[in-house]
C-alpha cells in the first residue's frame, strides 16, 4: 500500500492508543468524583487543546462558510459523544476498566453495521468475520 492508503491506519493505531489511555485515566480519574462531573471536567479539557490545535494548524473558518448540513450533522455527532461519554465514564464508575473498554468497543461492530445501512458501504467476508470476532468477543467479557 502506499503512503495516502496507509495513512488511515496510522491515524487509526493512534486513535486507538489514546483511547487505551483514556480509558486508565478515566477509570482513575471517576474515583473521587461523580461521573457526570468527570465528563464536564474531561470536556472543559478537551476543548482549549482542540482551539489551540486548530489555531495553530490554520484550520479556523467563519461558521457562516460551514454548510447547514455539517453544522447539523456535527452538532449531532456531539450530541452522540456527549451521551457516549457519560455512559462510559458512568461503566468505569462502577465497573472494571478490562470490561467496560472492551464492551464499549462493540461500537466497531455497530458502525460497521450502521455504515452498510446508512452510508451504503459494503463488507466482505473478511471484514465481516473480524466483526463478528469482535462481537464475539464482547459477549464473552459480558458473560
Known amino acids: 500500500m502506499s503512503g495516502a492508503q496507509t495513512g488511515w491506519f496510522v491515524w487509526a493505531l493512534a486513535s486507538a492508543a489514546f483511547a487505551a489511555a483514556t480509558a486508565i485515566f478515566a477509570k482513575l480519574g471517576v474515583a473521587g468524583v461523580p461521573s457526570d462531573l468527570a465528563t464536564l471536567i474531561r470536556t472543559l479539557v478537551i476543548l482549549p487543546v482542540l482551539a489551540a490545535f486548530v489555531t495553530l494548524t490554520g484550520q479556523w473558518m467563519a ?75 464482547v459477549v464473552l467479557l459480558a458473560l
Open 63 to 137: 461558521p457562516s462558510a460551514i454548510p447547514g448540513r455539517t453544522w447539523l450533522f456535527l452538532a449531532l455527532s456531539g450530541l452522540a459523544t456527549g451521551a457516549s461519554w457519560l455512559c462510559y465514564f458512568r461503566a468505569l464508575q462502577i465497573g472494571e476498566a478490562a470490561r467496560v473498554a472492551p464492551v464499549d468497543k462493540l461500537s466497531v461492530v455497530l458502525v460497521a453495521i450502521f455504515a452498510v445501512i446508512f452510508l451504503g458501504e459494503s463488507l466482505d467476508a473478511k471484514a465481516m468475520i473480524a466483526i463478528a470476532m469482535i462481537a464475539g468477543g
